[in-house]
T-cell receptor, first 114, second 116 residues
Framework: SQQGEEDPQALSIQEGENATMNCSYK?????LQWYRQNSGRGLVHLIL?????REKHSGRLRVTLDTSKKSSSLLITASRAADTASYFC??????????????FGKGTLLTVNP | EAGVTQSPTHLIKTRGQQATLRCSPI?????VYWYQQALGLGLQFLLW???????NRGNFPPRFSGRQFPNYSSELNVNALELEDSALYLC???????????????FGPGTRLLVL
């Protein structure tokens, strides 16, 4: 079963607007990561937030993590047409050792209109 | 620094055949992960190799197998192909940092497998 679930499934905005995507997960985690995928190609790593962190910034990206609610959000500010892509959250679970793996949500398809 | 590479980019097979997909990790990375991204099913974890050993596998039948070579590159083999095996297969690599809490997986461009 999917650990992470992104919300919304699809989001369409105008260039310059902010885009917010949410992710919920079910079990305890070591970290949560956000990835971007353009048109069925490989995933690009955006940002990793550890379970003891609440907020992290990287350029126009801001990620928050609320472990009590088992949720995370990704904010892209001042969006550009080039930000059009699918965005996935991934969690590692706290099963370290041989149980380690990333579990991905089904993603949010972001469309930024010029 | 070269990223994760995968070959071939596209592969067309017929039902019952075998497919072999290849992955070269980022230099210095010892772990390789395989994922399947089928339409409508999202990214599903397939296999994890580290230091030449299979460490974990997802909920896939035994006809999905692979190996990791001494140079840390990896091969994914899919036997007795079925139509539903059509998907994008993604490989990722990572470097052990001493703690899982900081481990990032870096992905290759994928191999698109089509089973006819």
């Amino acid at each position: 079963s999917q650990q992470g679930e992104e919300d919304p499934q699809a989001l369409s905005i105008q260039e310059g607007e902010n885009a917010t995507m949410n992710c919920s997960y079910k079990t305890s985690i070591n970290n949560l990561q956000w990835y971007r995928q353009n048109s069925g190609r490989g995933l690009v790593h955006l940002i990793l937030i550890r379970s003891n962190e609440r907020e992290k910034h990287s350029g126009r990206l801001r990620v928050t993590l609320d472990t009590s609610k088992k949720s995370s959000s990704l904010l892209i500010t001042a969006s550009r047409a080039a930000d059009t892509a699918s965005y996935f959250c991934a969690t590692d679970g706290q099963g370290g050792g041989s149980n380690y793996k990333l579990t991905f949500g089904k993603g949010t398809l972001l469309t930024v209109n010029p | 620094e070269a990223g994760v590479t995968q070959s071939p980019t596209h592969l067309i097979k017929t039902r019952g055949q075998q497919a072999t997909l290849r992955c070269s990790p980022i230099s210095g990375h010892t772990s390789v992960y395989w994922y399947q991204q089928a339409l409508g099913l999202g990214l599903q974890f397939l296999l994890w190799y580290d230091e030449g050993e299979e460490r974990n596998r997802g909920n896939f039948p035994p006809r999905f197998s692979g190996r990791q070579f001494p140079n840390y590159s990896s091969e994914l083999n899919v036997n007795a192909l079925e139509l539903e095996d059509s998907a994008l297969y993604l490989c990722a690599s990572s470097q052990w940092t001493g703690t899982r809490s900081k481990e990032t997986q870096y992905f290759g461009p994928g191999t698109r497998l089509l089973v006819l």
